[in-house]
């Protein structure tokens, strides 16, 4: 009871400050485009007296999408650490004798790394790259062929792979890709369409890098004469090998790409690693697997540690291109920093005992099933938002979480208001999360108003019937108000 006193106290309203801005909104959420759905909403100046400027249904559970993200990416920085770095191991079993034979297997040691072959992040590398290193270590031991098998041990991780709420048309496109210990090359590969200029026209796939022999695709894609957006789906599950895909692209000359979620994340680091082993001259007779039993590295020579970039630099990708893998593998990396096995349940707990113990949420607060925001299910109310984005203003950390959210005139997020502050240079006083999924568009992030006081703000609009240019523009007078 004192703790839902103390929320409630800490959003009090001044009645000066927050009422004229209450009626503003108010007015606005009038608006036909809200006509049968739900809105809510608030914002607080940031600081120890948290006066408030507005709340609508503040303590109604709303979905996020992937403003969810910004709980994930808090309860990682806060718990881990913004320099915190993810270990890939390579061990080899045994010791080669003199002609070079290693009698024993090669492991490559899953540590969660989400980055690994990937230049996402700034700092990372090419999965070539990563597979052309652990093939040079292996050729420095001495080893010129390997008697054994290559094993990714994925034992970090338990559980499925994806979320459990995440719906069957995302399943199998790179946005829904799934989480391994082992991941590589964002878990997923592209999809080249053939050209085809003419609408309505069926689209054949020309080729698929990398190169994946066991994937077998098979094309029900037509294209769009009148629409520019890629609305093309593959549909398969994790370790389903034939992937079939619907939907349209635009019309186009010079053919069209799409990218799909990797069935095997780790057989696929395998078969690169043995690839750049054999372009070295290592041979290797044995088999790819992938083990969820932890062998005894004590007892074998570790060849190579490869570290992530920082997390820090991970957060950035998360929030400003609000990529789902990064933010639900970093879940699962709450559970096993707290001794558990990385899974979707044992990250939500940590994630759930952070927002806890730091008052930010009560107990019916929150509904979650994923770190990024991707199941339509999960339930969050605006308070909860609001209260991590003032905790964050408060921490050691900050720069970092502010820095991660994007500007208005940034690619690849909400892009709000951002004709209307180039005019007046203010781009740099509004950071925001966006998020999108099936009926929903949210928004959350902080503006600072015309004398330079940090605002938390949280918009989230559920159960549109569709997704006019008017909602976008009751966002962005909102923002106005708030940065007047």
């Known amino acids: 009871m004192k703790r839902l006193l103390a929320l409630y106290l800490l959003f009090w309203p001044s009645v000066l400050s927050a009422q004229p801005l209450q009626n503003y909104v108010e007015g606005k959420l009038q608006h036909s485009v809200f006509q049968g759905g739900l809105w809510g909403g608030m914002a607080i100046y940031n600081g120890n ?167 077998k695709l098979q094309s029900f894609v037509t294209t769009d004469g009148k629409s520019k ?19 349209t692209i635009p019309t186009n000359s010079k053919g069209f790409t799409i990218k799909a979620a990797l069935p095997d994340p780790a057989l696929f680091a395998l078969q690169a690693f043995r690839h750049a082993l054999e372009e070295q001259g290592i041979t290797v007779t044995g088999e790819l697997k992938s083990t969820t039993q932890a062998p005894d590295y004590t007892t074998m020579q570790r060849v190579d540690k490869y570290l992530s970039p920082e997390l820090k630099d991970i957060v950035l990708i998360i929030n400003k291109r609000s990529f789902n893998l990064y933010a639900d593998m970093l879940l699962r990396a709450l559970a096993v920093h707290a001794g558990q096995k990385g899974s979707i349940e044992n990250g939500l707990i940590q994630l759930k005992k952070f927002l806890t113990q730091k008052h930010l949420a009560g107990r019916n607060d929150i509904v979650l099933y994923d770190g990024s925001g991707l199941a339509r299910d999960n339930l969050v109310t605006p308070r909860v938002l609001a209260a991590t984005l003032n905790y964050m203003t408060k921490s050691p950390h900050f720069d970092y979480y502010y820095k991660s959210l994007a500007t208005p005139d940034d690619r690849g997020d909400l892009l709000v208001l951002r004709r209307y502050l180039k005019g007046q240079k203010r781009a740099g006083d509004v950071r925001v999360k966006g998020g999108t999924i099936d009926s929903v568009k949210a928004a959350a992030g902080y503006v600072k108003d015309k004398d330079g006081r940090l605002i938390s703000f949280v918009f989230m609009a559920n159960n549109l019937a569709k997704t006019d240019e008017a909602l976008f523009r009751i966002h962005e007078d909102i923002l106005k108000e708030l940065l007047q």
């Open 49 to 215: 007296d948290n006066p408030l400027l507005f709340a609508v249904h503040e303590n109604t559970r709303l979905t996020p999408a992937s403003t969810l993200k910004l709980l994930t990416t808090a309860a990682a920085l806060e718990t881990l650490g913004p320099h915190y770095r993810f270990e890939t191991n390579v061990y080899q079993q045994g010791t080669p004798n003199e002609n070079g034979t290693l009698n024993g297997h090669i492991y490559v040691q899953g540590g969660g790394d989400m980055t690994l072959g990937s230049t996402r992040v700034v700092g990372g590398e090419t999965w070539q790259t990563v597979a052309n290193r652990w093939a040079g270590k292996i050729k420095q031991a001495g080893i010129t062929r390997i008697d054994g098998d290559l094993i990714a041990d994925v034992s970090l991780f338990e559980g499925p792979t994806i979320a459990p709420k995440v719906n069957w048309e995302n399943m199998g496109n790179y946005f829904a890709a799934p989480a391994s210990p082992l991941s590589f090359n964002d878990n997923l590969f592209e999809i080249h369409f053939a050209a085809q200029p003419r609408a309505n026209a069926p689209v054949s796939v020309e080729y698929i890098v990398p190169q994946l022999p066991e994937v």
């Open 229 to 247: 957006k890629d609305n093309a789906y593959v549909y398969g599950a994790p370790g389903q090998y034939e992937l079939k895909i619907f939907g």
